[in-house]
């Protein structure tokens, strides 16, 4: 069956570094990939779609790349700031052409 | 002001009774859709809609039920049948196709009492 994993424990930074955040899938090859951030008790916000023939895609301090090969997408936030602290999801496309969620992986950042 | 509302935003009931979330969209969009997220976990797909008077099932629709009879509404009924419906639930619409963005309600937390 269709497996998305993302890092189930949150992400630590310290205010200006890069956090990285990966979102692996098995058994399908979806055609588009999109993140969205998550704040507590609020519905998710799209930040970026990546199709399957773009290796990067980047948006101000965001940056998402696809690799096909090992099933992987990166999210790349650059000079994170405190506000930045959330949950981000991953959702790659299924078979069926909706969207299928990954559990998030929560970013904290510190001053 | 375009977006997507639900309401309430926290809705409390008891065991065997059926209660409906409340889902509006003025964006325009053909494509609705419900999810329930759990704590920790994923969005998981209930049900969903592409056009008016057409829904689908999703990976979970066991026990719940909708109906599509505008173009800007698409109320959710967790009816008695569901096992365990405490949970955090989601409605989202985008234009037709894949690669759309979905755009997310805030949400209506159910507990069952």
């Known amino acids: 069956s269709q497996k998305i994993e993302q890092n189930s424990e949150a992400l630590n930074i310290q205010e200006g570094k890069t956090a990285t955040l990966t979102c692996n899938y098995t058994?399908?090859?979806?055609?588009?990939l999109q993140w969205y951030r998550q704040d507590p008790g609020r519905g998710p916000v799209f930040l970026l779609l990546?199709?399957?023939?773009?290796k990067e895609k980047r948006k101000e301090r965001l940056k998402v790349t696809f690799d096909t090969t090992l099933k992987q997408s990166l999210f790349h936030i650059t000079a994170s700031q405190p506000a930045d602290s959330a949950t981000y999801l991953c959702?790659?496309?299924?078979?069926?052409?909706?969207?299928?969620f990954g559990g998030g992986t929560r970013l904290m950042v510190k001053p | 002001d375009g977006g997507i509302t639900q309401s309430p935003k926290y809705l409390f009931r008891k065991e065997g009774q059926n209660v409906t979330l409340s889902c509006e969209q003025n964006?325009?969009?053909?494509?609705m859709y419900w999810y329930r997220q759990d704590p920790g976990q994923g969005l998981r797909l209930i049900y969903y809609?592409?056009?008016?008077?057409?829904?689908q099932k999703g990976d979970i629709a066991e026990g719940y039920s909708v109906s599509r009879e505008k173009k800007e509404s698409f109320p959710l009924t967790v009816t008695s049948a569901q096992k365990n419906p405490t949970a955090f639930y989601l409605c989202?619409?985008?234009?037709?196709?894949?690669?759309?963005?979905?755009?997310f309600g805030p949400g209506t937390r159910l507990t069952v009492l």
């Open positions: 989202a619409s985008s234009w037709q196709g894949p690669h759309n963005e979905q755009f």
């Open positions: 058994n399908y090859s979806p055609a588009y």
């Open positions: 990546i199709r399957e023939n773009e």
């Open positions: 959702a790659p496309h299924n078979a069926g052409n909706m969207l299928t």
């Open positions: 964006l325009n969009h053909d494509a």
């Open positions: 809609s592409q056009i008016v008077n057409d829904f």
